[in-house]
């Protein structure tokens, strides 16, 4: 039995801030990209005009102190409409008030950040040439994330796929099966330039790296297990952690207790258990550091551009032109 304790919710603007003048200035704003449905940034709604740099100078009637924990201001103030008064100088003066609705979580609004970030690092370092795609876990969010990233950037040379952290739920088979896809032909296009629609006509063909990295499990062993086995492309970063089982039909206790037992394992094509306590390991081990982190690098993700950029070079899918028009039929030459 565990003591019932009073929870007081804290309202989260999704940002991070920094202390000048004894004041809290808004240091970023995370924006959730705007184009996420679900994801909601409080800064960030219609005519706020809220910029980064911005002073917090009070909420709800309550003037702000650095002196204080900045969220101690924000106590009780998640899902409802938060008056805050802000300014871009230090003052009073000139201030605006403006209403917003804190959440109570705002690790979405990180993630897509993260997320959003490394897609620009892969960009810029690729020079437009690789597409990044994040599969957080192996259910319908990773699902959501692979299909919006993976076919939107069809028009990339090659891929990373980052499914570091990934969290699992169910087998991601059709991940690899579209990941493997090969290009069988063409159909010739008469419009504009002429470029032909490929068949299958989504897909990325060239070449593919995968990230893994210690805290990916279960579905999220089997996915690189599977990128492996189908030689779609090499591994990079730390070994997956080893928790390949199933927990489905596990029924709840009669006083609404509940308990996790593994159900079921997974053995290979040739009969043995696999994955369960081993973990995958990368083709090539990158350790990623606190010190790394703390830097702004990502050196994982920098040596599977690397790898990927050196594959770009023997593996890029080139287009091939149209032939001339076939000649079907010849209209039988007239005897004399």
């Not at 692979?146 to 040379?157: L, T």
């Not at 023997?314 to 039929?329: D, H, M, R, S």
Request: net charge neutral.
């Amino acid at each position: 039995d565990l003591p019932d304790v009073k929870e007081v919710s804290i309202g989260l603007l999704g940002a991070d801030y920094e202390v000048d003048n004894k004041l809290y200035r808004i240091k970023k704003i995370y924006t959730g990209e705007n184009w996420n449905p679900g994801i909601n940034a409080p800064l960030r709604g219609p005519g706020l005009g809220v910029k980064e740099g911005d002073y917090i100078l009070e909420v709800n009637g309550v003037a702000v102190s650095a002196s204080e924990n900045i969220y101690k201001y924000f106590e009780g103030t998640a899902n409802r409409q938060t008056k805050l008064r802000v300014n871009s100088k230090p003052s009073w003066d000139g201030s605006k008030l403006v209403t917003v609705v804190p959440v109570e979580n705002e690790n979405q609004l990180r993630m897509v950040n993260w997320v959003e970030g490394n897609r620009k690092k892969v960009d810029e370092l690729s020079k437009g040439q690789l597409a990044y795609v994040y599969v957080p876990n192996t259910g319908q969010p990773g699902y959501t994330s692979f299909n919006r990233y993976y076919f939107a950037q069809q028009d990339r040379k090659g891929a990373i796929i980052d499914e570091r952290n990934n969290g699992g739920g169910s087998a991601a088979d059709y991940m690899v099966d579209v990941m493997a896809r090969q290009l069988h032909g063409y159909f010739n296009s008469k419009v504009g330039d002429h470029k032909p629609f490929l068949t299958p006509n989504a897909g990325i063909f060239g070449p593919k790296v995968m990230l893994i990295n210690e805290r990916a499990g279960s579905g999220g062993d089997l996915l690189p297990y599977m990128f492996n086995k189908m030689k779609i492309g090499p591994l990079v970063g730390t070994k997956t952690w080893g928790g390949l089982v199933g927990t489905w039909d596990t029924p709840p206790f009669v006083d609404g207790g509940i308990m996790i037992a593994p159900r079921g394992g997974f053995y290979d094509t040739n009969g043995k258990w696999a994955v369960e306590g081993v973990g995958i390991s990368p083709d090539i081990a990158v350790e990623q550091t606190p010190a790394d982190v703390i830097k702004g690098r990502d050196p994982q993700l920098e040596r599977a551009v690397e790898e990927a950029l050196k594959l770009v070079k023997t593996q890029t899918l080139e287009i091939k032109p149209e032939p001339a028009p076939p000649v079907i039929y010849k209209r039988p030459a007239k005897k004399n």
